[in-house]
């Protein structure tokens, strides 16, 4: 087993982020050369195909599936990098642009020249400012260098890329509000079907990929999609990113591979709980992940479908039993009512209610009709919200009710 | 002085762009007035209605006036998790106020989402300056800094 593998860390620390003759030297863009000089851009895709690379940014979508939809259709297309990063407890691609901005561009172009696109964005969230003026800097040096921009090394292919910083809403991180709010209006989704890949930005085919899922895409490149897909789970292969915090001895941002367990995660790499705390649970995948009990550490994270705990964005926060429940319930309510984008019923009044009905437990004014709403709420916005925000909003909170039994 | 129609014309009257001029216009007086809206309509070429429409759903966006010392403090998992109702409830003796009372026009102090500085919680943001690892007993002394000022 390939267990040390290091995909997207590998010069994490060692070089300086913004100086590209730094990346270039450690073998910086030469998947980009691979691609160019060796590879059609259908063979690249096929390549990521290969891979089996899932979407990291939680939902796990076949990646390599994604671009062929998109590099099969004429006329102008869309790439776009999410890097709209807002769920609690992750911040794993505001490091990867802080440590290696320049594997991230060559992830970008790589697959924007894959799917034929001329013009890529990276949506960025928008309290990251110096994450932007790092990628200003980035896109900049690459253009010198010809790696972006018109006729890139020689190649017929040409790509420009822009920066579009958000303006503070979580939900812009699913791609269709992602979409609208490039488009100028509010962050709301669109109705799905048509997918982006049918009908994306300004109406074009566009892909929409997370950014640590871009920056798995040089190394696939460089080493071949079949190397890949033997890293870690089989049903999701590769490496990922894991962030570590909470009660835990070595909080931080890990890189190993997919299909780890929970115990693994925990007392392996974080070096287990800190002195003096006993653990009660851990959250899996920020505040929308799923709650693990003691009974639970052995199961194995990765992105399918049948997965108990579904690996998300990748945070695990792990709880000891000093921590007021009734806080962390009050935040997470507080959390999804805030950012509730507001367009449908189930989810605008659920969360609101949910949020009240929570305060009201946190200061022992609960009643029992309070319960028996709560859990109506919890009901409806697993089952009727218009985008998948309302089973979010649902999960921590009908886990605390039922694992837990807070209420 | 910058002016509404200078900052304007650093943007092409496309969809596009419409968000980034909002949160440059926004950043630079505060927030969008009637006023700013009206000429920033006429250069995308689209009714008031749109740029409120659009304006009023961003955080980074603010359309009222925002109170001389504005505090957010981020109450999400992470943070929570590492005392930030304290911090809160510190604040709200300190000042006499509210959480989420948008009413004072000298003080504000509202709870906001997850800032991606998870390692470093909790995160107070003060006039737009981030501080980092604030605890109840710390946040004291930060607040009677910019009370000086």
Known sequence: MSDNIKIITSHWDKIDPLRIEDYVEVGGYEALKKFLDYMTPKEAV???????????????????????????????????????????????????????????????????????????????????????EILETAIASAKQYNFLGQHILHSEHNLEIKLFSGAGAYICGEETA????????????????????????????????????????????????????????????????????????NGGIFEAPTGLSIKDLIYNIGGGMQKGKDFWFAQIGGACGRLALEGELKTNLDFSRNCE??????????????????????????????????????????????????KRLRDGEISDRDKIAAKDILWTLENTTFCPFGKFAATAIRDSSEKLKVF | MQSTEKILLEFDPESNELLPALKKISASF???????????????????SKVFETASFYDLVSVRPSAGLTMQVCSSTNCVVSGAFAVIKEIESFFNIKVGDKNNPNVSLEEVSCLGRCGEGPIVVINGQVHTNVTASSIHGILEKYLKN
């Open chain 1, 309 to 358: 705990c579904p690996l998300g964005s990748g945070s695990i926060l792990v709880v000891d039993k000093s921590v007021n429940i009734h806080d962390l319930l009050v935040s997470w309510a507080g959390f999804f009512a805030r950012e509730s984008c507001g367009k449908c019923v189930p989810c605008r009044e659920g969360t609101f209610r949910l949020y009240e009905i929570m």
């Open chain 1, 46 to 132: 096929a390549e990521i195909k290969t891979a089996k690379l899932a979407g990291r940014g939680g939902a796990g979508f076949p990646t390599g599936e994604k671009l062929e939809m998109v590099a099969s259709k004429r006329g102008r297309r869309y790439f776009i990098c999410n890097l709209d990063e807002s769920e609690p407890g992750t911040y794993k691609d505001r490091m990867i642009v802080d440590k290696s901005p320049h594997l991230l561009l060559e992830g970008v172009v790589i697959s924007s020249l894959a799917i034929g696109a001329e013009e890529a964005y990276i949506y960025i969230n928008g309290n990251y400012k110096k994450q932007l």
């Open chain 2, 30 to 48: 505060g927030y969008v007035n009637k006023k700013d809206a009206r000429k920033i309509a006429s250069y995308f070429s689209i009714p008031r």
């Open chain 1, 178 to 249: 992602l979409i609208n709010s490039i488009e100028g209006n509010r962050g709301e989704p669109k109705v799905r079907p048509p997918y982006p890949p049918q009908q994306g930005l300004f109406g074009k085919p566009t892909v929409i990929n997370n950014a640590e899922t871009i920056s798995s895409i040089p190394w696939i490149i460089l080493n071949g999609g079949k190397k890949y897909s033997q890293i870690g789970s089989s049903c999701s292969p590769g490496t990922k990113l894991y962030i570590l915090s909470g009660s835990i001895e």
